[in-house]
């Protein structure tokens, strides 16, 4: 937590701040460890101040101050022991326990996290701090420990045994919201959570990258697309895996072939890179990937080859065309190219992976060979 909480500290110095706000969920997660509040919904936030000499706090150690209600204090009270807690109540609204703290540690550049708070509360935080400016706490999150390495590959041993488990449930005659529902209960009957809504695609419909699960049954000779992830201990899996009911057809075929050739490419080559260099710039694995598929005679991904992965499903590393993020030791992120064809169908193969000292290591190990149901 300390290392965590430094990175914050320098983030305060390097921008020349007082103090540091976070309030986005996963950040909060991240800092504290306490997973309860809703993302949704307002209920916390975090006041990281520059100089914790300046803390008056009983508790040794303190890194900052967690304001939050009544519904939570309790818990956290129990569970978050280096942050000071403020209870925000009928006498103590948030308005006053931000005002106090401005005063108290003279705070007057604020930094908080833009894409979190709304208009309004912007509104507020100005008329308290001085200057307030934006910063990205979520991309300190891009480099992983090895606890939430090992966290992450959890998530994708049960999202491996899940692809495994709703194999035998593809059948003539089943919709895709059944496989979707039926994804969703396995997760949860093995006491995890699902880090998105299930995709679930047969057929033509398979076209839309994140089509929405219908009632659509499944015919002989179609495509399906499965997308879905695992959320265990907070850390979340994600993978993609098409399968074909019946027999593929050459045209089924050649896209696959085309899209695991095109995953293979941007593997082998971050390797290469990986072998010469420590950083690797993101937008370079993801063009790999997209020129194999456009020299093949399709159109280009119409998404980003992949994206980190830890809290949230979606986080920096993100690789994609106009992607300025660079690929270093210890990140995790997915690799999942795709074709997609209107009125044809849709083929995706995504897997998680972590780049290691040694390069590249595959978080997902469901196979990748055609497979026909
Ligand atoms: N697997 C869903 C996505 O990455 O958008
Ligand atoms: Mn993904």
Same mark, same amino acid.
């Given at each position: 937590m300390?290392?965590k909480?430094?990175?914050?500290?320098?983030?305060?110095?390097?921008?020349?701040?007082?103090?540091?706000?976070?309030?986005s969920?996963?950040?909060?997660?991240?800092? %504290?460890?306490?997973?309860?509040?809703?993302?949704?919904?307002?209920?916390?936030?975090?006041?990281?101040?520059a100089?914790?000499?300046?803390?008056?706090?009983?508790?040794?150690?303190?890194?900052?101050?967690?304001?939050?209600d009544?519904?939570?204090?309790?818990?956290? /009270?129990?569970?978050?022991?280096?942050?000071?807690?403020?209870?925000?109540?009928?006498? @103590?609204?948030?308005?006053?326990?931000?005002?106090?703290?401005?005063?108290k540690?003279?705070?007057?550049?604020?930094?908080?996290?833009?894409n979190?708070?709304?208009? @309004? =509360?912007?509104?507020?935080?100005?008329?308290?701090?001085?200057?307030?400016?934006?910063?990205?706490?979520?991309?300190?999150?891009?480099?992983?420990?090895?606890?939430?390495?090992?966290?992450? =590959?959890?998530?994708?041993?049960?999202?491996?045994? %899940?692809?495994?488990?709703?194999?035998?449930?593809?059948?003539?005659?089943?919709?895709?919201?059944?496989?979707?529902?039926?994804?969703?209960?396995?997760?949860?009957k093995?006491?995890?959570?699902i880090?998105? /809504?299930?995709? !679930?695609?047969?057929?033509?419909?398979?076209?839309?990258?994140?089509?929405?699960?219908?009632?659509?049954?499944?015919?002989?000779?179609?495509?399906?697309? #499965?997308?879905?992830?695992?959320?265990?201990?907070?850390?979340?899996?994600?993978?993609? /895996?098409?399968?074909?009911?019946?027999?593929?057809?050459?045209?089924? /075929?050649?896209?696959? =072939?085309?899209?695991?050739?095109?995953?293979?490419?941007?593997?082998?080559? #971050?390797?290469?890179?990986?072998?010469?260099?420590?950083?690797?710039?993101?937008?370079?694995?993801?063009?790999?990937?997209?020129?194999?598929?456009?020299?093949?005679?399709?159109?280009?991904?119409?998404?980003s080859?992949?994206?980190?992965?830890?809290?949230?499903?979606?986080?920096?590393?993100?690789?994609?065309?106009?992607?300025?993020?660079?690929?270093?030791?210890?990140?995790?992120?997915?690799?999942?190219?795709?074709?997609?064809?209107?009125g044809?169908?849709?083929?995706?193969?995504?897997?998680?992976?972590?780049?290691?000292?040694?390069?590249?290591? @595959?978080? %997902?190990?469901?196979?990748?060979e055609?497979?026909? !149901?």
């Amino acid at each position: 937590m300390q290392d965590k909480i430094s990175k914050i500290r320098n983030l305060i110095s390097n921008n020349n701040l007082n103090a540091v706000l976070i309030s986005s969920v996963p950040n909060i997660i991240y800092l %504290t460890g306490f997973s309860n509040f809703s993302k949704d919904e307002r209920e916390a936030f975090l006041l990281i101040v520059a100089q914790p000499q300046g803390l008056t706090h009983k508790t040794p150690g303190v890194l900052g101050y967690i304001l939050t209600d009544g519904r939570y204090s309790e818990e956290v /009270r129990k569970q978050v022991k280096d942050f000071e807690l403020i209870e925000i109540s009928s006498e @103590l609204s948030l308005e006053k326990a931000l005002k106090n703290l401005a005063k108290k540690h003279n705070l007057k550049k604020l930094g908080f996290e833009g894409n979190s708070i709304s208009f @309004l =509360e912007h509104k507020k935080l100005s008329k308290y701090f001085n200057n307030i400016y934006h910063l990205s706490i979520s991309k300190l999150r891009s480099v992983k420990t090895p606890d939430e390495i090992s966290k992450i =590959e959890k998530a994708c041993e049960l999202g491996d045994k %899940t692809f495994k488990y709703i194999l035998k449930k593809i059948k003539e005659g089943v919709n895709e919201k059944e496989i979707a529902f039926e994804i969703e209960f396995f997760i949860k009957k093995q006491g995890a959570d699902i880090s998105f /809504r299930p995709i !679930v695609a047969f057929g033509k419909n398979s076209s839309v990258p994140h089509h929405f699960p219908t009632n659509n049954q499944l015919t002989n000779n179609q495509i399906v697309l #499965l997308d879905f992830g695992v959320k265990l201990d907070n850390y979340c899996s994600d993978m993609t /895996r098409t399968v074909f009911f019946g027999k593929a057809t050459n045209e089924q /075929r050649k896209m696959y =072939e085309t899209v695991l050739a095109a995953q293979s490419r941007a593997i082998d080559l #971050l390797n290469s890179l990986f072998m010469i260099h420590d950083s690797i710039p993101a937008k370079n694995i993801d063009q790999a990937a997209r020129d194999y598929i456009i020299s093949q005679g399709y159109k280009t991904i119409p998404h980003s080859l992949g994206h980190g992965i830890g809290l949230e499903v979606h986080e920096s590393p993100h690789l994609s065309p106009l992607s300025k993020d660079i690929l270093r030791e210890n990140m995790v992120f997915s690799i999942e190219p795709g074709i997609y064809i209107p009125g044809v169908g849709g083929v995706r193969i995504e897997d998680l992976v972590v780049l290691e000292k040694n390069g590249l290591r @595959l978080l %997902t190990s469901s196979p990748k060979e055609l497979i026909e !149901v």
